[in-house]
Structure formats: structure tokens, C-alpha cells
């Protein structure tokens, strides 16, 4: 497997491939890799003759109070893991080189990059939109893999590559959780076992919001309180928001209809955690 550390090195690497006749699979991600990456990988193993995993922990998506410096990294044991799921590459760029001196050009999705985390986390979705844009001109993959429980992050990415023509196929796969139900999250790690205990009230929620769905209940308002409801009674968790919204645009809906999406996020004593559910 190969290390690559420079866009010019991740393009000449693309190149080659598809030059081979491969169909080229980016899996991008901020490292300290867990078994939702390794589904990820998986399944551009599963659909492309040859994947690359980018590790990059971008600090342009972080507000100046998140948890950037501490954020898990462990590059060696990622490497070694990728390489065992089929990885052909890892590219792995110092900051400078996402972010050379002087850069003045970012990518802002207007409207779906506004809500939900977008709401919360100021400035997030544009970090987001922009390095995802530069790994894609980089790397120029046919498809690149993301994972359902960032689902307001793949909104915003589908959004971002259809108006700017990318013609890189975003390929959505499905939350990967612990025996437990909670879903996994390189953050998951700063949780205290009492915080992992009570974390588990955001997969409560999304499935008591489901089994009311499968009963035939529709309404927003009563899905969101059974939700709610759920959180409150948690005394470590705080709420940032429960949403029933369209998938595409993130506006909110009424009345629940299948492909609408039902998202949590919330506070767990000082750790961000989301968790979220693809109605019908």
C-alpha cells in the first residue's frame, strides 16, 4: 500500500489507475479509524479496482472551541488497517498542503449548509465543503464513500457536487453501531462510563421514533417529542437539536414520509454525539 503525501502524488496515482482501466473509490476520512470506516472501506473495496483512504484531520471544520487538538489520531494503527481491508493508498497531506499559505478560496453550500449542524456548528459545513471539494479535484474518484450517520454532511455534499459538476458519484453507506446500539464515533472515546451509559438514550430515541413511524404515526411534532422526552430524562445528555427533515435540502417537514430524516444531535457531558434514521 502506498503513502502518499501530496496532491500531485494522489493525482498521478488516480491517473494511473483509471489509466489502467480502475474504477478509483476515495474514502475520506479524519483517521482514528473504527469499524464504521472499515464498512466504508469495504464497500469501495466491493465496488472499485482501486481505493484510496485519505487521513486528514481538517481543521477548517472545527469552531475555535471543538475539540481539534485532542481529536484521536492514530496514524500507524490506520494504515495498518486500511492496508488490511483492501486499501491501495493512503493519502495522508500535511496542512500546509490542503491549505497552502495565502489560501483565500472556500466552498459555502447555501441554504442545506445552514442547518442542522450547519445551525450549530457555524462555519462547519464550509470546512467540510471545501476540503471534500480539494480531496475530490485531487483524487478525482468515480465514487466516494460517506457514512448515513453524518447524514446532514452528505446533503450538503450531494448538493455541493451536483451544482459544481464533480462528476464524482457520492455513495451513502449505513450507521454502523456497538452491540449497544450506540453509533460509532472516533469521539466515542472521550465518553466517562457513566456518559457511555447514558449516550445510548440517542439510539432510544431513534428507534422509539421508528416503531411510532411503523405504527403509522406521522406527525412531526409527536415524533419529536417522543424523542425529546427520551433525551430529557438523561441527566448528562443536553440537547442540540431533534429534526424530522427532507434529506436534500434539510428543511423541516410536517408529516413524516418515507426517505424523510429523523436526526438527533446532542451533548453527552462535554462530547458532541448525532445519531439519525432514514425513515420507511
Given at each position: 500500500?502506498?503513502?502518499?503525501?501530496?496532491?500531485?502524488?494522489?493525482?498521478g496515482?488516480?491517473?494511473?489507475?483509471h489509466?489502467?482501466?480502475?474504477?478509483?473509490?476515495?474514502?475520506?476520512?479524519?483517521?482514528?479509524?473504527?469499524?464504521?470506516?472499515?464498512?466504508?472501506?469495504?464497500?469501495?473495496?466491493?465496488?472499485?479496482?482501486?481505493?484510496v483512504?485519505?487521513?486528514?484531520?481538517?481543521?477548517?471544520?472545527?469552531?475555535?472551541?471543538?475539540?481539534?487538538?485532542?481529536?484521536?489520531?492514530?496514524?500507524?494503527?490506520d494504515?495498518?488497517?486500511?492496508?488490511h481491508?483492501g486499501?491501495d493508498a493512503?493519502?495522508?497531506p500535511?496542512?500546509?498542503?490542503?491549505?497552502?499559505?495565502g489560501?483565500?478560496?472556500?466552498?459555502?453550500?447555501d441554504?442545506?449548509?445552514?442547518r442542522?449542524?450547519?445551525?450549530?456548528?457555524?462555519?462547519?459545513f464550509?470546512?467540510?465543503?471545501?476540503?471534500?471539494?480539494?480531496?475530490?479535484i485531487?483524487?478525482?474518484?468515480?465514487?466516494?464513500?460517506?457514512?448515513?450517520?453524518?447524514?446532514?454532511?452528505?446533503?450538503?455534499?450531494?448538493?455541493?457536487?451536483?451544482?459544481?459538476?464533480?462528476?464524482?458519484?457520492?455513495?451513502?453507506?449505513?450507521i454502523?453501531?456497538?452491540?449497544?446500539?450506540?453509533?460509532?464515533?472516533?469521539?466515542?472515546?472521550?465518553?466517562?462510563a457513566?456518559?457511555?451509559?447514558?449516550a445510548?438514550?440517542?439510539?432510544?430515541?431513534?428507534?422509539?421514533?421508528?416503531?411510532?413511524?411503523?405504527?403509522?404515526?406521522?406527525?412531526a411534532?409527536?415524533?419529536?417529542e417522543?424523542?425529546?422526552e427520551?433525551?430529557?430524562?438523561?441527566?448528562?445528555?443536553?440537547?442540540?437539536?431533534?429534526?424530522?427533515?427532507?434529506?436534500?435540502t434539510?428543511?423541516p417537514?410536517?408529516?413524516?414520509?418515507?426517505?424523510?430524516?429523523?436526526?438527533?444531535a446532542?451533548?453527552?457531558?462535554t462530547?458532541?454525539l448525532?445519531?439519525?434514521?432514514?425513515?420507511?
Amino acid at each position: 500500500m502506498q503513502i502518499l503525501r501530496s496532491v500531485n502524488e494522489l493525482r498521478g496515482w488516480s491517473r494511473a489507475a483509471h489509466a489502467a482501466g480502475r474504477i478509483v473509490g476515495l474514502v475520506p476520512t479524519m483517521g482514528a479509524l473504527h469499524e464504521g470506516h472499515a464498512s466504508l472501506i469495504r464497500a469501495a473495496y466491493g465496488q472499485c479496482g482501486a481505493v484510496v483512504v485519505s487521513i486528514f484531520v481538517n481543521p477548517t471544520q472545527f469552531g475555535p472551541n471543538e475539540d481539534f487538538a485532542r481529536y484521536p489520531r492514530a496514524f500507524e494503527a490506520d494504515c495498518d488497517l486500511a492496508e488490511h481491508l483492501g486499501a491501495d493508498a493512503v493519502f495522508a497531506p500535511r496542512v500546509e498542503e490542503m491549505y497552502p499559505a495565502g489560501a483565500a478560496t472556500f466552498v459555502e453550500v447555501d441554504g442545506v449548509g445552514s442547518r442542522l449542524d450547519g445551525a450549530s456548528r457555524p462555519g462547519h459545513f464550509r470546512g467540510v465543503a471545501t476540503v471534500v471539494t480539494k480531496l475530490l479535484i485531487a483524487a478525482e474518484p468515480d465514487l466516494a464513500f460517506f457514512g448515513q450517520k453524518d447524514a446532514a454532511q452528505v446533503a450538503v455534499l450531494r448538493r455541493m457536487t451536483v451544482d459544481l459538476r464533480l462528476g464524482t458519484e457520492i455513495v451513502v453507506c449505513p450507521i454502523v453501531r456497538e452491540a449497544d446500539g450506540l453509533a460509532l464515533s472516533s469521539r466515542n472515546v472521550y465518553l466517562s462510563a457513566d456518559e457511555r451509559r447514558q449516550a445510548l438514550a440517542l439510539s432510544r430515541a431513534i428507534r422509539s421514533v421508528e416503531a411510532l413511524f411503523a405504527k403509522g404515526e406521522l406527525r412531526a411534532g409527536i415524533l419529536i417529542e417522543a424523542a425529546r422526552e427520551i433525551l430529557f430524562a438523561q441527566t448528562l445528555v443536553r440537547i442540540d437539536y431533534v429534526a424530522l427533515v427532507d434529506w436534500n435540502t434539510l428543511e423541516p417537514l410536517e408529516k413524516a414520509a418515507p426517505g424523510a430524516l429523523f436526526a438527533v444531535a446532542a451533548w453527552v457531558g462535554t462530547t458532541r454525539l448525532i445519531d439519525n434514521t432514514i425513515l420507511g
